[in-house]
């Protein structure tokens, strides 16, 4: 658990919000035209990044109250999605413009209650779609975009999909839902069905074997791809670790929809709290990020040229 001292939130402004459950203190709201609560790298590029981060904040104390949403304004919170923010950008984006914002994220403690992430996780929505069009209107300008997240940031993802309009769906090179699920039929949610199509959406989640999933991240879930292979079928796809040198076997299984992975023997993959033991949800991008970066390339480089 992270703990910030009270000598680092002095000015801090409580508010209690409607949306969040009875007691629970929320920090006050990002001002997106604030440049303080953006991760942005502007690369003169003909396509953007837009990117949400998953879950970096665990329950914390703040002057004394229990905290259950990320601060955006407070520099040890700050601290963690920026490390995620910089990560990826270096992992994913490439040459491509990268923007992602700070949110009210919920902690780490919510996942274990249904009840809490569905009363919660509303205010961490709204933080994003704003932020969202904040960046349409003041940085976008039109360009084609990806939209992407992982885990709390990808639940995001699909909220902005089936919130978007016809006209910003329109841009949309590709979502990558990666490490959570799409449970819903939507116009703006079409499965991607290889490595080039557009508009469409990338989700997958990976385990051992299907007795190793995490409920809540991929039951009821109606599409998923091989991010190495990039096909819907079960053809197993070879993938050497980019960070140890192993080969593993990658099959997608097409009745579970989840990513079998083989070959994996170390054990620095659990998630806190909700973790399983051959739930591989904190390897999403770190195992597949070559590919991803190929793969977010190749649709931007399609999308810029129609």
Not at 65 to 93: C, F
Not at 239 to 264: A, N, Q
Request: net charge negative; hydrophobic share 40%; proline share 5%.
């Amino acid at each position: 658990m992270h703990t910030v001292k009270m000598a680092a939130v002095l000015g801090l402004a409580f508010c209690f919000v409607a949306c969040a459950p009875k007691g629970d203190v929320v920090p006050a709201e990002p001002d997106y035209s604030d440049t303080t609560q953006w991760y942005v790298a502007d690369r003169d590029a003909a396509v953007d990044v837009f990117y949400i981060v998953s879950t970096e904040c665990d329950d914390y104390t703040l002057g004394g109250k229990p905290m259950h949403y990320a601060d955006t304004r407070n520099d040890s919170i700050r601290a963690l999605l920026y490390g995620e923010m910089v990560g990826v950008d270096q992992l994913l984006a490439g040459e491509l413009n990268y923007y992602s914002p700070y949110y009210r994220q919920v902690t780490m403690e919510t996942y274990t209650s249904d009840s809490l992430v569905d009363a919660r996780m509303p205010l961490a929505y709204g933080d994003v779609r704003k932020a969202f069009a904040y960046y349409l209107e003041h940085y976008n300008q039109g360009r084609p975009f990806i939209l992407a997240g992982f885990s709390q940031g990808a639940m995001a993802v699909v909220d902005l999909l089936k919130t978007m309009d016809d006209s910003t769906y329109s841009r949309l090179a590709a979502a990558y839902v990666i490490g959570y699920k799409v449970t819903d039929a939507n116009p703006h949610i079409r499965p991607a069905q290889d490595s080039a199509d557009l508009g469409v959406t990338v989700c997958y989640n990976s385990v051992r074997d299907n007795s190793c999933a995490i409920p809540f991240l991929s039951d009821g879930n109606l599409m998923a791809i091989n991010p190495v292979s990039w096909s819907i079928d079960a053809t197993p796809a070879m993938l050497v670790d980019p960070r140890y040198g192993d080969t593993l076997t990658v099959t997608l299984d097409t009745t579970s929809l989840l990513l079998h992975i083989d070959g994996y023997t170390r054990n620095d993959y659990m998630l806190p709290l909700v973790g399983c033991e051959g739930n591989y949800h904190c390897l999403e991008i770190s195992l597949f990020r070559d590919c991803l970066r190929r793969n977010i390339a190749l649709r931007a480089n399609r999308a810029s040229a129609q």
